[in-house]
């Protein structure tokens, strides 16, 4: 079968991905954006947002699908598969997918990144039995039951509030001694009074058989031990890009971030790197998209030059 | 398009246990994000299995009985039940293609 043909292949659906369709696509780009998983990436299963500028409150499921239709009304076209693999040509790049081969002349990668695991024994094993990824998802299974949410960040306290809705008390494990959390966040989370936290500790396995039973914990300062019975427990320790079908292509950060100039060009011509996954991203829906944008601009200027006579 | 049809608590049994052929339960609720992402993909699944695999879905929310009774702790989640017993669990969004060749494995 020969290659299918387009201006401008975006891979990943998620706020950079979507943006830079929506644009592409405006520009009168023939654009795919390819998704192996979930449109919206990593917003599909926050429950709410509400730093997106102009809109108040949004669920994060819904705003990535209302994402996809402004970018679909445009023209792109949504390929649900995965990409297995970018080859760069004399003038354009070769993509191996799940729907077979295709042939573009830029490449605008928004793969993003994933939440990272414990590591540690017990997680593995009690996976959708007490240990989630997704607060939105599974907080409704625990009501009035104690939980326990791993991580200080945004994601942390954001899931953590929101498993406050059902849970009779969140216990917030946090490695260090304060959060890393945005202030309003932290505010409302010392506010809630289901909330407690365990300062400077770590999670050292995860006990249970057909069900999560309870934590070990370890303090870091002290390395005295302890055990914490609970139900649940939401992990959010933060997260690790998708690079793996760039990595002999593109120089990395120590994290596995892509390398961009301020155009979200990467090294190779045609091939941009946009949100999440690329070097100091603010990582925010907002900046997501308007890394996406910015990409999606840049491309058809390449194209212009490059092959508009 | 052979739409999964609902179950309940009350018609588990006789739907989803004494059922002759292999059955696919989704369980699912409302609020979930990615369980709106796997109801399209089971309904094509339903479509390429028609006649040999029965589909159907189950609200937790108001069905939280069977919810707890399998143990289902994260939704989505996939139980394929064979004569009455679970033969295969496929808990959060997977694509088509990794659902099928899960399915083709317990049927």
Same mark, same amino acid.
């Given at each position: 079968?020969? +290659? ?11 706020? !950079? ?9 405006? #520009? ?43 970018? $679909? ?11 297995? #693999? ?52 599974? !907080? #409704? ?29 969140? %216990? ?14 932290? $505010?409302?989370?010392?506010?809630? +009074?289901?909330?407690?936290? %365990? ?32 139900? #649940? ?8 890009? /998708? ?17 961009? /100039?301020?155009?979200? $060009? ?34 058809? %200027?390449?194209?212009?030059? %490059?092959? +508009?006579? | ?31 979930? *994000? ?12 339903? &479509?390429?299995?028609? *006649? ?12 939280? @009985?069977?919810?707890?009774?399998? *143990? ?19 808990? *959060?969004?997977?694509?088509?293609? &990794?659902?099928?060749?899960?399915? @083709?494995?317990?049927?």
């Amino acid at each position: 079968m020969p +290659d299918r043909h387009c201006d401008i292949a975006i891979i990943g659906a998620g706020p !950079a991905g979507l943006a830079a369709g929506l644009y592409a696509a405006r #520009a009168r780009r023939t654009t795919v954006l390819f998704e192996r998983e979930v449109t919206g990436g990593q917003i599909s299963t926050t429950s709410i947002i509400e730093n997106y500028p102009g809109i108040d409150e949004v669920d994060g499921f819904e705003l990535g699908q209302r994402m996809q239709r402004q970018a $679909e009304k445009y023209g792109t076209e949504m390929a649900l598969t995965a990409v297995s #693999a970018i080859e760069p040509r004399e003038s354009s790049f070769r993509l191996a997918t799940g729907n077979g081969d295709y042939s573009a002349r830029t490449v605008i990668y928004t793969s993003g990144a994933d939440y990272n695991k414990l590591g540690i024994p017990g997680e593995v094993k009690l996976t959708g039995k007490g240990v989630s990824y997704c607060a939105t998802c599974d !907080a #409704a299974f625990f009501k009035d039951q104690v939980c326990a949410v791993v991580g200080g960040g945004d994601a942390a306290m954001d899931e953590g509030l929101f498993v406050t809705r059902f849970a009779s008390e969140v %216990h917030v494990i946090h490695r260090r001694d304060e959060l890393r959390a945005s202030k309003i966040l932290q $505010e409302r989370a010392f506010a809630n +009074d289901k909330m407690q936290f %365990h300062w400077d500790t770590v999670v050292t396995e995860i006990e249970g058989d057909d069900a999560v039973k309870r934590l070990l914990l370890k303090n870091v300062t002290t390395d005295e031990t302890s055990m914490l019975d609970i139900a #649940a427990v939401f992990i959010f320790i933060g997260l690790t890009p /998708n690079t793996t079908l760039v990595k002999d292509l593109l120089k990395l950060d120590g994290d596995g971030h892509i390398y961009v /100039n301020e155009w979200m $060009e990467t090294e190779v011509p045609g091939l941009f790197a946009a949100g999440d996954v690329r070097v100091n991203s603010a990582r925010q829906v907002a900046t997501a998209a308007g890394d996406g944008v910015t990409a999606a601009i840049r491309a058809d %200027h390449f194209i212009s030059e %490059h092959f +508009d006579s | 398009m052979a739409k999964p049809r609902d179950v309940t608590d009350s018609t588990f049994e006789a739907e989803v246990l004494k059922a002759e052929k292999p059955v696919l339960v989704d369980f699912w609720a409302p609020w979930c *994000g990615p369980c709106r992402m796997v109801a399209p993909v089971v309904e094509e699944l339903a &479509d390429d299995y028609a *006649g040999k695999v029965d589909f159907v879905k189950l609200n937790t929310d108001e069905n939280p @009985d069977t919810a707890v009774k399998y *143990g289902i702790r994260s939704i989505p989640t996939l139980l394929v039940f064979k004569e009455g017993e679970v033969a295969g669990q496929i808990v *959060g969004f997977r694509p088509k293609s &990794d659902l099928a060749q899960r399915l @083709d494995a317990v049927v």
